[in-house]
């Protein structure tokens, strides 16, 4: 088997690198793929915590390299999926604990029997954000419809380039159709005119995902939630399929009739 | 997982490692690149550190000083012979001095003590405290690692005023909270091996 391994990132922080990364993950483990995902934030891990797998960590990705334990007693089992599993962070380390021919080493042996080695990133542009983008194939930038987050998005897509890795595909998260209806948003093609890269999904703001995220249960794991058939839409493009957008939700007559008559 | 050919001991004035006689000298640096360096498990904690000496030439003890030397400089390897060894079975726990800390730990803090730990404050989620002996908590454990007998005791216990920790250990045993939310009352707790398991009870 020869898996793939692509990387979740941002350079601003906050705009959902790790809630994204549990739920297509946890998406494609229910489209039946074997799927590892990568806590690189060392320090400030966060990904075990989403995906509700904290009380389980013994190793992490520090004790790997180090090697005082083997790979495979470190990946952590998810509770729902027995093809979905994770690689910790260490808490009480920094980034310098692993260096990038390490993760690259790392997520070398891990494609030898895995479908998807999805990597989460910490935010910024430094020595954690390298290693974690050293050992991908692919990369996936996440960006909310606000200018900063679309200017640091940009950036990493030209860093990212500077690196080999080439047509990135970018996640726009946290999407408010109302506001965007009424113009103070930025809207969708704003964004793809801007950054001018391959769209992969949109994901709506959705209060569930703070109740998912502190219970430790990926939204995608909800059926009748739009937030998590949204996600499980990007697991099947990254598997894939041709997926229109979804609609979101009808523009409001009221709305309508307000643009006619130019008081919106 | 643990190379059980070479065991670590914690005694009264050090920690000692007792190795199989044939074992080789790439073997034991190994180990001791594995188990000493600086951020390990062991690697964190002072300590006067002994070797048995299963019959090593001048020449491998310096190879072994300087091996350790490089992971560790903190840390230097003396050796000893069977002969002046308290006998098996009697090996006293690690009465190291008790170490007393008077603040709370937050996420990514982490205290490393060869004995007994004392903590008047709380821990938070993502902490860690890992004792040689007894860990004593005079606050709130709201989440957190806590490993008492990390040396491998398994009568050592955990006692805290609130005790929900994020994960267990003591001695060779890991236990972790539950995945719903658990409905225990308040108060001070202890914690400790019985049987396979760690059990808590009231304090």
């Known amino acids: ?264 | 997982m643990e190379n059980k050919e070479i065991v670590i001991k914690g005694t009264l004035d050090r920690l000692k490692i007792y190795s199989k006689p044939d074992i080789s000298l790439q073997e034991m640096k190994a180990f001791l690149r594995r188990k000493f360096a600086t951020g390990g498990f062991f690697g964190d904690i002072d300590y006067e550190l002994a070797l048995l000496d299963v019959g090593w030439q001048e020449e491998e003890k310096r190879e072994l000083n300087r091996v350790l030397r490089e992971v560790n400089p903190r840390l230097s390897l003396s050796f000893f012979s069977e002969d002046d060894d308290i006998p098996e079975g009697k090996l006293p726990r690690l009465k190291a001095v008790p170490m007393i800390v008077k603040k709370s730990f937050r996420s990514g803090q982490k205290v490393v003590a060869p004995g007994d730990i004392v903590i008047v404050g709380d821990i938070n989620p993502g902490a860690e405290v890992v004792a040689g002996g007894d860990v004593l908590v005079f606050g709130r454990v709201g989440g957190g690692l806590l490993h008492a007998g990390a040396s491998g005791e398994n009568d050592a216990v955990i006692v805290a005023l609130s005790l929900k920790p994020t994960q267990l250990r003591i001695g060779t045993i890991i236990s972790r909270a539950p995945d719903q939310g658990e409905q225990r009352e308040g108060g001070p707790e202890i914690a400790r091996i019985k049987g396979k398991n760690i059990v808590i009870e009231k304090f």
Not at chain 1, 18 to 31: P, R, V
Not at chain 1, 105 to 111: E, R, T, V
Not at chain 1, 164 to 170: A, E, I, K
């Open chain 1, 1 to 264: 088997m020869k898996g793939k391994s692509i990387v979740i990132t941002s350079g601003k922080g906050g705009v959902g690198k790790t809630t994204i990364t549990a739920n297509i993950g946890t998406a494609l483990a229910m489209l039946g793929k074997k799927v590892v995902l990568i806590d690189a934030d060392i320090g400030l891990r966060n990904l075990d915590v989403v995906i509700g797998l904290e009380n389980r960590i013994v190793y992490d990705i520090v004790d790997v390299v180090e090697e005082r334990c083997r790979l495979e007693q470190a990946l952590i089992k998810d509770k729902r999926y027995r093809h979905l599993f994770l690689l910790p962070a260490a808490q009480t380390r920094d980034k310098s604990a692993i260096k990038e021919k390490q993760m690259k080493d790392l997520i070398q042996g891990l494609k030898e029997s895995y479908d998807y080695i999805l990597i989460d990133s910490p935010a910024g542009i430094e020595h954690g954000f390298l290693n974690a983008v050293s050992g991908a194939d692919e990369a996936i930038i996440v960006t909310t419809p606000e200018v900063a987050a679309v200017r640091d998005a940009d950036r990493i897509i030209g860093l990212l380039e500077s690196r080999g890795l080439n047509d990135p595909q970018v996640i726009i998260n946290r999407i408010r159709s109302d506001m965007v209806r009424r113009g103070d948003m930025m809207t969708i093609e704003d964004m793809i005119e801007i950054l001018a890269i391959n769209l992969l999904g949109v994901v709506p703001e959705d209060e569930d995902i703070i109740v998912s995220t502190n219970r430790g249960e990926p939204i995608a794991l909800q059926e009748k939630s739009k937030t998590g058939e949204a996600l499980r839409n990007i697991a099947r493009r990254i598997e894939g399929e041709e997926l229109p957008l979804m609609t979101m939700g009808k523009a409001k007559l009221m709305d309508k009739i307000k643009r006619l008559i130019g008081i919106s």
